[in-house]
């Protein structure tokens, strides 16, 4: 009966601390207006691929991703965040949610059609 005890009173105290740990939180537009501009983010995609993209405060966007650099423009619509590259993603425009975790982001496309994690310098 003590391992049962000592089992359910470690769940107990850990289950706070794992709730914790996910306490992602979407960004609204006002936190994105006040975020992006200015910023430089680099992380990877659901596929791996490590990016880098500066968001400039004119509304011009540059990124480099495994040695190829593109150009475009981003802008903020409601609670989402959307880009269109000059090349790459054939040039269409992509809208995503984005969240916080601490320092860590993630964000997913409106559409479904990708996801990914970075960090952000201002």
């Known amino acids: 009966m003590k391992p049962i005890i000592t089992g359910l009173l470690v769940i107990g105290l ?6 914790l740990a996910d ?3 979407q960004l609204k ?3 994105l207006k006040g975020l992006f501009p200015g910023a430089t983010i680099s992380g990877r995609t659901d596929k791996g691929a490590p990016f880098e993209a ?10 480099l991703s495994q040695g190829y650099a593109d150009e475009g423009k981003w802008w903020v619509n409601g609670d989402t965040i ?3 590259w000059g090349k790459w993603d054939q040039g269409r425009e ?20 990708g996801s990914g994690t970075y960090t952000l310098k201002k």
Do not use: H
């Open 14 to 19: 850990l289950a706070p601390a794992m709730v």
């Open 23 to 25: 306490d992602w939180k």
């Open 29 to 31: 537009e006002g936190d």
């Open 54 to 63: 500066e968001y400039k405060t004119d509304g011009s966007l540059v990124g």
């Open 82 to 84: 959307c880009r269109k």
């Open 94 to 113: 992509r809208c995503s949610r984005i969240e916080v975790n601490g320092a860590d982001y993630r964000y997913q496309r409106v559409d479904g059609s």
